[in-house]
């Protein structure tokens, strides 16, 4: 009888506690709505067009201020809502010039011609925006993929790797006993080797089945209005706005956002390249519907061991995409920067596309170059991974958190910028131009191409899809990209204020003497660098100080009772400020080694002076400026890309040294007393004599050439005293990467006959760095930086200071051979790194 009752009371039990959980669900959403939006808001947000004034600073389970609660005024005919309006705060910000808010645009919202006067898209515009907006046809390119014989061959050549793989670890188990086996192998087949190669065959099939199915985007133009209409309602509780040019628009245009502006434009989506991280339970599926295909992070699961079928089925989606007309989207620096400066570039994926061209798959392909940048970060710092933490996988319940922290919070603007589009096409003829002048370089054909059954070890993404004779012009396609990308990434109002704290006032300054040198930077950046602000100075730096928060910029005491603005206390705050102030540092990289080249050559000069008991102006020689220059721009191939794969260090540089003597910052005899208009046309007249070529200013009438006599190198370059402070400030930009560097090079003697995982050794810096930090030994806390002591392996490796070799899947360090013979040689190497480290003649500052 009980168990009966208990049988009979058990559906209803569970019913009412499912239906509980959903009640309380549904109860908790309605109460985040109403303290996010009140119900006031919402119903202006549905009727904007009523010009209902709803403005509310809501916060979550928290009481509103009394000036926030709405006054409701009624009349005999209509009940209108309105608040008090709250005055415009001093620091507020507006967004650049000649720039829009996306997120107030809504062209397809409104009465539409012969429409009735009851057209609901008056009444919900961001609805009427989404849904009306063009449509696409966005076709399916999996079943072309799984047929072509492309990947057939592929999926033929993994199964015969395996099945000689097997036989040969079979081989190694059973011993060479018999000694007549070779002969006895060579004339006999086992029974079953026909059958084992079947059922690996029909394997590797499978696989290449479920590799495609896990890559694929479903993406379908449902999913993306009904997006855009929820990111019309989201961005604004987290976001001031989405900025962009108008007229960029118009050209063509991280990630989701992109997306977003495309589709509200009338412009195709793209197919979005995306790490599989992000394949995260509920995000993944949302994700491949908007134009996610998931890649593996690492293609390759064993080090040296090319996964074939993983490479033919990423090559084929991508051609196939293609030819298909889809738009790819891809982050060509291959991931987030954990920095703020641009990565150097990944080919990976922009080889598919070129070759797709070389190959005549396709006739052109435009590459538009995209930044993305941000007052504050919404994805969070990678502080934690700089110091040499290890790095939080993505989750279901991260991604929660991360939206429900972005929704309760205020991140300023979002600026998206877009560079003109240019051709593949275009560019391999003006490659194909400079290889037929300097006769250096190889000549690029389209032309078709057959895929070779053997694997190289050149393919990138297939077997032997990536041509030996291809990889310089993808390589120098790639640098051109992400040197354009740098190129035209806006300097947000944030970005301003780290670099000024961070190069010129490292020990706080008044919002009164930031705000002089936030004219000073913005005066120099005019015509060069697009703001993402506008608005007095004084006020762009108070708003940042406040968006960053008091755990990056804190407001201060100083002795005299002055209110000061600096960083606040601990490393973390120095590390990710020098992330805000990296979107600046490219600008001025160029500049910087210049300057610091030319101060360590100076204090050389200054001490042979004094040893010499002579009285003259201490002074460099250009060209000597430029040769030591040019081998510290080496130090750094790793860390920037200093100038664009149509240009030469040598040019640049000049550049940068003529920019330096307009600027001020150091003189030459002939333009020590002329006006800055003649010094600026001087500049250009070398401009121009250096594009029209070296060898005809080298050439005297008769032909000779005066290189071939020696010239006496006199002092031609001179310090200027009354700008120590833009001096100082210049060296300031890469000086943490120098001693970061520098770090790296002393604790080379670590490895003298004696080799290291590299992992160990790089914690092993990062903790002598930390060391050298809290002992005020290196005055820079953001040199605490993985990605830079990674770089300056590189840059070692390259030297052939120390070889990386790979033992079961680790990354092992040991010297090279000369250095491992003699200990006293890695003193070349450490004073080689020095020459970057900013030092100063006479304590000059």
């Not at 061959?153 to 793989?165: D, G, P, S, V």
């Not at 005549?360 to 504050?376: F, G, H, M, Q």
Request: net charge neutral; hydrophobic share 35%; with cysteine.
């Amino acid at each position: 009888m009980l168990a009966t009752l208990m049988s009979f009371l058990q559906g209803p039990v569970e019913f009412s506690l499912l239906g509980f959980i959903e009640a309380a669900s549904v109860a908790f959403i309605l109460y985040y709505i109403y303290a996010k939006t009140r119900t006031l808001a919402i119903i202006a947000g549905l009727f904007p067009n009523l010009n209902l004034n709803i403005n509310y600073r809501s916060t979550l389970f928290g009481l509103q201020k009394a000036h926030n609660k709405p006054l409701i005024t009624s009349t005999a005919t209509t009940t209108i809502t309105t608040t008090k309006k709250e005055p415009k705060r001093e620091n507020s910000l507006a967004h650049g010039i000649g720039t829009q808010n996306m997120l107030e645009l809504t062209p397809h919202a409104g009465r539409k011609p012969f429409h009735t006067l009851k057209d609901w898209g008056v009444y919900f515009p961001y609805v009427a925006q989404s849904f009306r907006s063009k449509k696409f046809d966005y076709p399916k390119v999996t079943s072309l993929v799984q047929k072509d014989p492309v990947l057939q061959r592929a999926i033929k050549q993994a199964a015969e790797q395996i099945l000689r793989e097997q036989e040969q670890q079979s081989k190694e188990t059973t011993g060479h006993e018999d000694l007549n086996f070779n002969e006895r192998r060579n004339s006999y087949r086992p029974p079953h080797r026909h059958s084992d190669y079947q059922h690996i065959l029909q394997r590797q099939e499978h696989r290449a089945i479920k590799i495609l199915k896990e890559m694929r985007s479903t993406l379908n133009n449902f999913l993306l209005a009904f997006t855009s209409w929820l990111l019309y309602k989201l961005l604004p509780c987290f976001l001031t706005g989405v900025v962009t040019h108008t007229q960029q628009i118009e050209i063509h245009l991280d990630y989701i956002l992109v997306t977003f502006i495309l589709t509200n434009n009338d412009i195709r989506s793209p197919l979005v390249a995306a790490g599989n991280n992000l394949q995260i339970p509920v995000f993944g599926e949302i994700l491949r519907g908007l134009g996610a295909f998931f890649i593996k992070r690492k293609i390759d699961p064993i080090v040296g061991k090319k996964d074939i079928i993983y490479r033919a089925v990423l090559h084929l989606y991508l051609q196939h995409a293609l030819k298909m007309g889809h738009n790819v989207e891809f982050f060509i620096e291959g991931g987030r920067t954990r920095t703020g400066k641009p990565c150097m570039p990944k080919g990976g994926i922009l080889s598919v596309i070129v070759n797709a061209f070389m190959d005549r798959s396709i006739p052109d392909a435009l590459l538009v170059p995209v930044s993305v940048n941000y007052e504050r970060l919404v994805d969070g710092n990678f502080v934690r991974e700089q110091k040499g933490e290890k790095k939080i996988p993505e989750s279901f319940g991260k991604a929660m958190s991360g939206i429900w922290k972005a929704l309760n919070s205020k991140y300023g603007l979002m600026r998206i910028d877009f560079n003109e589009p240019y051709s593949i096409k275009e560019l391999v003829q003006s490659y194909n131009k400079i290889a037929k002048e300097d006769g250096s370089m190889k000549i690029y054909k389209p032309s078709a191409r057959t895929l070779q059954h053997n694997q190289s070890t050149s393919s990138l993404y297939g077997t032997d899809v990536v041509c030996e004779e291809h990889r310089s012009l993808i390589e120098s396609i790639s640098r051109q990209v992400v040197y354009d990308c740098a190129a035209a990434t806006s300097i947000m109002s944030t970005n301003a204020l780290a670099f000024l704290l961070l190069t010129r006032y490292r020990n706080g300054a008044t919002d009164k003497e930031l705000a002089k040198a936030l004219d000073d930077l913005r005066q120099r950046l005019t015509g060069k660098k697009d703001l993402g602000f506008s608005g007095e100075s004084i006020h762009i730096i108070n708003y940042a100080t406040d968006l960053l928060g008091e755990k990056l910029v804190k407001r201060c005491y100083d002795s005299n009772n002055q209110i000061l603005i600096c960083v606040a206390n601990g490393i973390e705050s120095w590390i990710e400020l020098a992330y805000y102030s990296n979107t600046l540092t490219p600008h001025f990289a160029l500049q910087s080694i210049v300057l610091t080249t030319f101060h360590n050559l100076l204090l050389k000069h200054v001490n042979m002076l004094e040893e010499n008991l002579t009285s003259t102006e201490p002074g460099i020689c250009r060209k000597k400026l430029i040769e030591a220059a040019i081998e510290n721009c080496e130090v750094y191939r790793y860390e920037y890309i200093l100038y664009k794969p149509t240009q030469t260090l040598e040019q640049v540089l000049e550049s940068a040294i003529d920019e330096l003597i307009v600027q001020g910052i150091i003189k030459t005899e002939q333009t020590e007393n002329e006006p800055e208009s003649v010094m600026e046309s001087r500049r250009k007249a070398r401009g121009l004599a250096t594009y029209l070529g070296e060898e005809s200013d080298d050439m005297s009438d008769d032909g000779h050439n005066f290189l071939d006599v020696e010239q006496p190198q006199l002092p031609d370059l001179f310090l200027i005293s009354d700008t120590k402070v833009q001096q100082k400030a210049l060296c300031e930009v890469l000086a943490p990467y120098g001693h970061a560097y520098l770090c790296v090079a002393q604790s080379l003697y670590i490895l003298y006959q004696n080799s290291m995982l590299e992992s160990e050794f790089i914690k092993l810096v990062v903790k002598e760095l930390n060391t050298k930090v809290k002992t005020q030994q290196c005055p820079y806390a953001e040199s605490i930086s993985t990605d830079s002591v990674r770089n300056c392996l590189k840059v070692l490796e390259k030297w052939s200071v120390i070889e990386i070799s790979n033992q079961s899947g680790l990354r092992l360090l040991a010297l090279g051979t000369l250095y491992e013979t003699s200990r006293s040689s890695l003193k070349n190497i450490v004073q080689r790194i020095s020459d970057i480290v900013p030092y100063y003649a006479n304590d000059y500052f």
